[in-house]
């Protein structure tokens, strides 16, 4: 991975494990120990961060072909692994019982918010 990629590779994943704490800390508020909407939480939690460092090493793969067509199909083919790979662990959260699917995807959701987020916090430590 190139050193920018690193560092927004990083700083992504530390927002979705600050998401994760928050999100946590509110579920644990609002709704005691819940084992299975904490653990729903903490589950989407990391497939926002696998996701996210898999679309990178992803996407700097296909910025490193020289061939356009070849970068596409590799676009394309990494998105249907990632999109088979959540779906398969969203299943097999759904069919083990201990997970709150519901949660699952609030957890996913630090994903998003990291994502928006970046810029700013990039700006921050750059001062």
Same mark, same amino acid.
């Given at each position: 991975? #190139?050193? =920018?990629?690193?560092?927004?590779? $990083? ?5 979705? *494990? ?6 946590e800390?509110?579920?644990y508020?609002?709704?005691?120990? %819940?084992v299975k909407?904490m653990?729903? @939480? $903490?589950l989407g939690?990391?497939?926002? !961060? +696998?996701?996210?460092? =898999? ?5 700097? %793969?296909s910025?490193?072909?020289a061939?356009?067509?070849? *970068?596409?199909? %590799? ?7 990632? +999109?088979? !790979?959540? *779906? +398969?662990?969203?299943l ?5 019982g #201990?997970? %709150? ?9 630090? $994903?998003?918010? *990291?994502? #928006? $987020? ?6 921050? @430590?750059?001062?």
């Amino acid at each position: 991975m #190139y050193d =920018h990629t690193k560092k927004v590779v $990083l700083g992504v994943s530390l927002l979705i *494990a600050l998401w994760c704490i928050i999100g946590e800390l509110l579920i644990y508020i609002f709704m005691g120990v %819940n084992v299975k909407a904490m653990l729903g @939480f $903490l589950l989407g939690c990391t497939i926002g !961060v +696998a996701s996210f460092i =898999h679309m990178s090493v992803a996407l700097e %793969n296909s910025l490193d072909m020289a061939d356009e067509e070849a *970068a596409k199909k %590799n676009t394309v083919r990494t998105f249907i692994i990632r +999109a088979v !790979v959540i *779906a +398969a662990v969203m299943l097999a959260a759904f069919f083990s019982g #201990y997970f %709150n699917l519901v949660f699952v995807v609030l957890g996913m959701f630090g $994903l998003k918010a *990291a994502a #928006y $987020l970046q810029p700013f916090i990039e700006k921050l @430590f750059q001062k």
